[in-house]
């Protein structure tokens, strides 16, 4: 969603998925690179890294540029990170997910957070996103998920 809401902007979007081996439960991953042009489709530090699960936070938690933003679910992570150089925003993202009652919105949920630290594409790009790619009472509760993420007091 980001992806596409982001060349509907005009700027030009890298997209880099990856899989865990694992038929079910492997880890995954994902590169967005989001600019007006892009000089390398791979980054090595990004401005903005979403963590969902502690596996995952070993994996990707030093790809934070100096000064940039950590998101990190803090519905599946307990660790406590030390960097100093880094905005840690901790966020119980499965947990608004459930107390809205859409267990399965929880990456809508992280969307809208991450919204909050991504300037190139805004929550009302997103909300007419959402309308395109779902149908019928879906389109309202994930617009909830999406805006209660963003709402979150970081």
């Known amino acids: 969603m980001l992806c596409e809401a982001a060349v509907g902007k005009g700027y030009q979007v890298t997209f880099a998925p990856t899989y865990g081996q694992e038929k079910r439960g492997g880890r995954t991953g994902c590169q967005i690179v989001i600019s007006d042009s892009v000089d390398s489709p791979v980054i090595s530090e990004a401005d903005t890294v979403l963590i969902m699960d502690e596996k995952s936070l070993d994996d990707f938690k030093d790809r934070v540029k100096k000064g940039a933003y950590l998101i990190i679910n803090s519905s599946m992570i307990d660790t406590e990170l030390t960097r ?70 970081v």
């Open 84 to 153: 100093d150089d880094i905005n840690i925003i901790r966020v119980p993202i499965n947990d608004i997910a459930s107390e809205i009652g859409n267990p399965k919105s929880a990456n809508i949920v992280a969307l809208g957070v991450a919204l909050k630290f991504i300037d190139s594409v805004s929550l009302e790009d997103i909300k007419e996103y959402l309308g395109k790619i779902f149908k019928g009472g879906a389109v309202e509760k994930n617009k909830e998920a999406l805006q209660t993420g963003y709402d979150y007091s």
